[in-house]
T-cell receptor
Framework: QQQVKQSPQSLIVQKGGISIINCAYE??????FPWYQQFPGKGPALLIA?????SEKKEGRFTISFNKSAKQFSLHIMDSQPGDSATYFC?????????????FGQGTTLQVKP | SQTIHQWPATLVQPVGSPLSLECTVE??????LYWYRQAAGRGLQLLFY??????ISSEVPQNLSASRPQDRQFILSSKKLLLSDSGFYLC??????????FGPGTRLTVL
C-alpha cells in the first residue's frame, strides 16, 4: 500500500511533442506529490509538486494533473526539448507525519529527439 | 539560501574496507535528513532518515549505518564494504512543507 507505480519505464518523444508520465498510488493518506528530474551523474532536482486539493498545477512547460478518485497523477511536458532528456521520478508523501519520507516511483527515462 | 554538500564526490574502495560519507546542510535549522542509494539505471532506495540529532531510522537491513552528530551533519558509514555496496549515494534534506532537496551525490565503487 506504500508503493507508487510509475509508467512508462522509458519514453521517446520528438522535439516539440508532449511527454506524459503517469503514476498511481494506493495509500489515500498521501497528501503531497512531487516530481523530480535527474540528469546523469547528478542528484534529483525538485521539478514541480501538487497537493490533493487541486486537480492541476502548471509551471512553465510542466503540468501535473491529479485525479484523487482514481489515485493517479501525471506529469505533462509540453513542447518537449532535447534538454528535457533525463530521468523523471514521481513520489508521494504524508505531510501529516513528521518524517517527510518520500515514496518514489521506479523512474522514467525520457529521450527527446531533435 | 539553503545548500547541501556531499563529499567525497567519487570514491573507489576495496572490498572489506571501511566507509565514511559526509553530508552537511547550510541555511536551515532542524531539517529532516535522508540517505538514499541509487544503483546504476535504477530508482532511489531510502536507506536512513533522521528527524533530529542522534535520531536515526533505518529503512532496510544492510551493511551500512548512519549517524547525525550535529543538527546539519549526516554521516553514512560501513565497517566492511561489500561489492553490493557500490552505487550512487544521495543525501537529502526537507522541512515541514514537504519539499525535499538532494545533494550532488557520491559515486562509490567497491572493487
Amino acid at each position: 500500500q506504500q508503493q507508487v507505480k510509475q509508467s512508462p519505464q522509458s519514453l521517446i518523444v520528438q522535439k516539440g511533442g508532449i511527454s506524459i508520465i503517469n503514476c498511481a498510488y494506493e495509500n489515500t493518506a498521501f497528501d503531497y506529490f512531487p516530481w523530480y528530474q535527474q540528469f546523469p551523474g547528478k542528484g534529483p532536482a525538485l521539478l514541480i509538486a501538487i497537493r490533493p486539493d487541486v486537480s492541476e498545477k502548471k509551471e512553465g512547460r510542466f503540468t501535473i494533473s491529479f485525479n484523487k478518485s482514481a489515485k493517479q497523477f501525471s506529469l505533462h511536458i509540453m513542447d518537449s526539448q532535447p534538454g528535457d532528456s533525463a530521468t523523471y521520478f514521481c513520489a508521494a508523501s504524508m505531510l501529516s507525519g513528521n518524517t517527510g519520507k518520500l515514496i518514489f516511483g521506479q523512474g522514467t527515462t525520457l529521450q527527446v529527439k531533435p | 539560501s539553503q545548500t547541501i554538500h556531499q563529499w567525497p564526490a567519487t570514491l573507489v574502495q576495496p572490498v572489506g574496507s571501511p566507509l565514511s560519507l559526509e553530508c552537511t546542510v547550510e541555511g536551515t535549522s532542524n531539517p529532516n535528513l535522508y540517505w538514499y542509494r541509487q544503483a546504476a539505471g535504477r530508482g532511489l532506495q531510502l536507506l536512513f532518515y533522521s528527524v533530529g540529532i542522534g535520531q536515526i531510522s533505518s529503512e532496510v537491513p544492510q551493511n551500512l549505518s548512519a549517524s547525525r552528530p550535529q543538527d546539519r551533519q549526516f554521516i553514512l558509514s560501513s565497517k566492511k564494504l561489500l561489492l553490493s555496496d557500490s552505487g550512487f549515494y544521495l543525501c537529502a534534506w526537507s522541512v515541514s512543507s514537504g519539499e525535499q532537496f538532494f545533494g550532488p551525490g557520491t559515486r562509490l565503487t567497491v572493487l
